[in-house]
Structures are given as structure tokens and as C-alpha cells.
């Protein structure tokens, strides 16, 4: 039993016009996804999908990316990115795949998962990089998700470790609302996604910065293979 974790699949098994094959790194990435997360995950592991799972635009036309993800193994605890535009209500989503028979999925949203010592937390954060608009209203709710999933992990007892799908640092941009979460609550791990290409990937912050271990967990990053956490 392990614990693993990738972020940014952009499946697009319902929207093939979508496919990210067309960008260096992405060749054939959904038949990567399939035989790599196949041959390294067993039934009793758990894999966080931090954010970016599906290029649809509804539940209903998730269903087809969604039932891929299910049909791999172990469990997964999926948590929200920015291009999520199917992502709705926890209750809604839970209802959804309750009816399609997703056995295997959990929705990471103001809340936790306890896995052996530790507080599985998370949510989408926002941006703190050049070229994306920033929202006050937008990022004072996710800061409270944060705390929020932090806090209920806590009161379990459980150590938490923080998934995320923006990074709170790049490059020279300091997301410092989300950062002063992590700092309050002593977070010493924190796995984020959505940054591409070789050139982006050099500009994140890897490893321990500030007493936290950083880890850029996007799935061209990794090569579409999950990575082991405990």
C-alpha cells in the first residue's frame, strides 16, 4: 500500500480535439498515462490527481475521462485545476459517479482523507504568475478551502500534506496568502501542478524552501509517471 500523486492528465477521451499530442513532451500521453500508471499501481494505492484531469466542459461529458481514471487502479482523490470545467458540487459529483458505478474516486474539496499517519488536504489555489488575472474574491476562498482541509486533517491527529494545483511560488512570484497557510500550520510538504515545458519547469521551486519540500508533480513533468510519496 503507497501513496502517489500527478497532476495534469488532460484526458480528452471526450473532446479529442482537445489532445495535447500536439505539444512537445505530450506525444501519445493518454497511452503513456495508461501503461505506466498500470504497470506501477497496485489495487490498495492511493493516487492524488492534482487538478487538470479532463479537458470537458460538463459532468455528463466527463463521464468517458472519468471512467478511464476509474478503471485504473487503486483509489484516487482528485482535486481541482483550472481547466476542470466539468467540476461541480462535491454532492453532485458524488451523486455522478455513485450512478456511473466510479467506485474508485474521491473529491478533495474542504475536507480530507486519512492515509495511515497522514491528512491527505489540498485545493485548486490561485494564480501568482505574469500574464493570469488575479481575483481577490477568488483567492480569499480558496485560502479558506485551504485552511479549512488543513484544520480537519488536524483535529483527526494527522499530519498534514498539502496538494495543491497552482504553485504557490514561481519563479520570482510569491503567492504569499496561500504561503502563510502552509507557514501557520507548519506544512512540511506541499505537491503542485500546472506549469509545462521544459523551460517553466526550470522556473519552479523545487525541494525545501522556507522549512517546506516542495514538488512539481504536472504530468509532462513526471513523464506521465506517478509519483511516490509514502
Known amino acids: 500500500m503507497s ?21 512537445s513532451g505530450w506525444e501519445n500521453y493518454q497511452e503513456r498515462i ?27 461529458s466527463a463521464a468517458a475521462d472519468l471512467g478511464f481514471v476509474d478503471s485504473l487502479p487503486g483509489k484516487k482523490i482528485i482535486l481541482k485545476g483550472n481547466h476542470d470545467y466539468w467540476w461541480t458540487t462535491k454532492k453532485k459529483m458524488e451523486d455522478f459517479f455513485a450512478a456511473n458505478g466510479f467506485s474508485t474516486l474521491s473529491i478533495l474539496h474542504n475536507n480530507h482523507y486519512k492515509y495511515d499517519r497522514y491528512g491527505i488536504c489540498g485545493t485548486r489555489g490561485w ?22 482541509s488543513i484544520k480537519s486533517a488536524l483535529s483527526e491527529d494527522l499530519e498534514p500534506i498539502v496538494f495543491m494545483h497552482y504553485p504557490p511560488i514561481f519563479a520570482s512570484n510569491f503567492n504569499y496568502d496561500i504561503l502563510d497557510i ?13 506549469i509545462h515545458g521544459r523551460s517553466a519547469h526550470g522556473l519552479c521551486v523545487q525541494n525545501i524552501y522556507d522549512g517546506i519540500d516542495f514538488h512539481l ?14
Open 217 to 230: 508533480i504536472s504530468g509532462d513533468y513526471l513523464q506521465f509517471i506517478p509519483e511516490k510519496i509514502v
Open 34 to 60: 495508461e501503461k505506466n500508471w498500470t504497470e506501477l499501481i497496485k489495487t490498495d494505492d492511493t493516487v492524488v490527481i492534482a487538478g487538470d484531469l479532463s479537458w470537458a466542459m460538463s459532468l455528463e
Open 3 to 23: 501513496l502517489y500523486v500527478i497532476g495534469d492528465l488532460h484526458l480528452c477521451k471526450s473532446a479529442p480535439e482537445k489532445t495535447m499530442s500536439i505539444f
Open 127 to 148: 494564480v501568482n504568475m505574469p500574464g493570469e488575472t488575479a481575483d481577490e474574491k477568488v483567492l480569499r476562498r480558496e485560502v479558506m478551502r485551504l485552511e479549512a
Open 182 to 194: 502552509l507557514y501557520k500550520y507548519d506544512i512540511k510538504r506541499c505537491y503542485y501542478g500546472h
